[in-house]
Nanobody, 126 residues
Framework: QVQLVESGGGLVQVGGSLRLSCAASGRTFSRYDMGWFRQAPGKEREFVATISWSGPNTYYKDSVKGRFTISRDNAKNTVFLQMNSLKAEDTAVYYC???????????????????WGQGTQVTVSS
């Protein structure tokens, strides 16, 4: 069992930056592929970014490529999402998720993830 707790959300102006963190419990965090999803008001939750358990492989939603960076620190059981050049359309609740035994790459769908955090609100004002 893995528990995920996101932090770092908040209110930022267009063009600003935020760094989200996701702290995970569990001794085998280093073996989990991790992902970030988001859900805007009135919309379905969507994939944002994912990182493989070993760290070198990453994959992004097209609209965030070049602006967002996913990374992880396995020693601290934490995954990060650095968000730069934020746009109003990035406003959403951001969720961290984990896959216990990934069988494919990249994993872009909610049903592929085993564990979820409670979410953190990101609001980008224009």
């Amino acid at each position: 069992q893995v528990q995920l707790v996101e932090s770092g959300g908040g209110l930022v102006q267009v063009g600003g930056s935020l760094r989200l963190s996701c702290a995970a419990s569990g001794r085998t965090f280093s073996r989990y592929d991790m992902g970030w999803f988001r859900q805007a008001p009135g919309k379905e939750r969507e994939f944002v970014a994912t990182i493989s358990w070993s760290g070198p492989n990453t994959y992004y939603k097209d609209s965030v490529k070049g602006r967002f960076t996913i990374s992880r620190d396995n020693a601290k059981n934490t995954v990060f999402l650095q968000m730069n050049s934020l746009k109003a359309e990035d406003t959403a609740v951001y969720y961290c998720a984990a896959i216990e035994n990934a069988r494919s790459w990249p994993n872009l769908h909610e049903y592929e993830y085993d564990y979820w955090g409670q979410g953190t609100q990101v609001t980008v004002s224009s």
